[in-house]
């Protein structure tokens, strides 16, 4: 009997530790557990990106992208998404015609009907002969030729979500694709493991990222400053960060990766003038010699503080705009008039003080300026020592400017502007096409 009650009790308190492990497990691992908040990269392969390339009905604009002209039509980046396309064959009444998605686009140029325009880290090419059925020529695709910010989907994800005291990103792996956005997940782990890494978004490090061209090519589009494809004879011109890369454009118009050149800084903008190419970058401005398309030729260089720098030029000046801001590294605003004279001995010879200038164009003796919510601002540079603004068109944001002389063409947030310069300073506006669906 003694030895039943005993077993008894043994098998009692065995349930005890039992139930007593069950009834203080989760306050045992509430101690030691936290929750995490992870951003984790989202990839996505070249060909899965690129079965994502279609030609929509118009959609909406609200962001200020970059703008090149062809023919009759203007097309307009949406940073990160594509391209609209507007039929200006009636500037008094522009159409906004479509829209071409192409995943991770920034930039874009366009060879006799072949548009070129990145798809984050590739180089993609349409036919765009019957431009109301772009075609993707999916075999010119060249895959890996260009940085870019794996971060920049995640600012909007970071903003949106209501993270944990504890928040950490997930390394990205480049060998599972390319990041084309952000998801977050709740992870429960040791408090002991968890090392605190409050890194914001400034901490990580992020890449930041017009002219006619001479014979080459039939025909070929034309960029606002702000660019950074060019066509320069056979060859098209890019920017990726610090390097300049050549691709030779073949008869079937095929691109193939031809040369990069490290241009020392982190480059922003593309200007040729004749035999002269200008580079605007964040550390100053940089000209290179392109007698020779298939082997640019550094002449010289002019530094200035860290800042956003566009360039253009004519014969004996280039006009160069500082912008401060958030990836602009400065907060001073202002453009500055260079003597490029001679190109070995190049000499700022005037500024003038601006409120948050972008892109801009040069007419003979006068500067059109694009300085961001303080509108578009004329200067007569007669005296380029001298600099004066003698005009200004008060339009809600001012991105950058196509001059077709008398016209010109000027992209703003959700707005494209039409301009007549004939009587500059004056200006007069002809026409507004809001690039919405409503």
Known sequence: MKTHLSALVNIFLLMLIFTGCELFKDEVIDEDLVEVTYFVPVYETTAQLAQKVSVDAPKDYAEAGKIITYQQYIFINKPLEGIHVVDNSDPANPQNLHFIAIPGSLDMSIIDDHLYSDMYSALVVFDIGTLTQPELIEEFTLEDVFYYNPYIGLEPVVRATETNEFTRYENIDNTLGIVTGWRTEIRREPLEEVQ?????????????????????????????????????????????????????????????????????????????????????????????????????????????????????????????????????????????????????????????????????????????????????????????ENPEVVNTEAIPFAYDIIVDFPSAVVVGEGVIYQYDLSNLPAITKTAELVLTTD
């Not at 901490?203 to 014979?215: F, G, K, N, R």
């Not at 303080?374 to 540079?381: D, H, I, R, S």
């Open 196 to 384: 605190l890494q409050y890194r914001t978004l400034e901490s990580i490090d992020v890449m930041a990222t017009t002219a006619e061209t001479d014979q080459g090519f039939g025909e070929v589009s034309t960029a606002g400053s702000m660019t950074r494809f060019l066509p320069i004879d056979r060859y098209l011109y890019t920017i990726n960060f610090n390097e300049l890369v050549l691709f030779s454009i073949g008869d079937d118009y095929r691109p193939t990766r031809f040369a990069r050149l490290d241009t020392g800084t982190q480059a922003e903008t593309l200007f040729q003038l004749n035999d002269l190419l200008f580079v605007g970058s964040t550390t100053g401005m940089l000209m290179y010699d392109v007698s020779v398309s298939s082997n640019p030729d550094y002449i010289n260089s002019i530094n200035h503080f860290r800042s956003c720098d566009p360039v253009v030029a004519d014969e004996n000046y280039a006009y160069v705009t500082l912008r401060g801001g958030t990836n602009c590294f400065t907060e001073s605003n202002e453009l500055q008039i260079i003597d490029i004279r001679d190109p070995r001995n190049l000499e700022v010879v005037a500024r003038q003080v601006l409120f948050n200038p972008h892109g801009l164009a040069i007419h003979q003796d006068h500067l059109i300026v694009c300085d961001g919510s303080a509108g578009l601002k004329v200067l007569t540079v007669a005296d380029r």
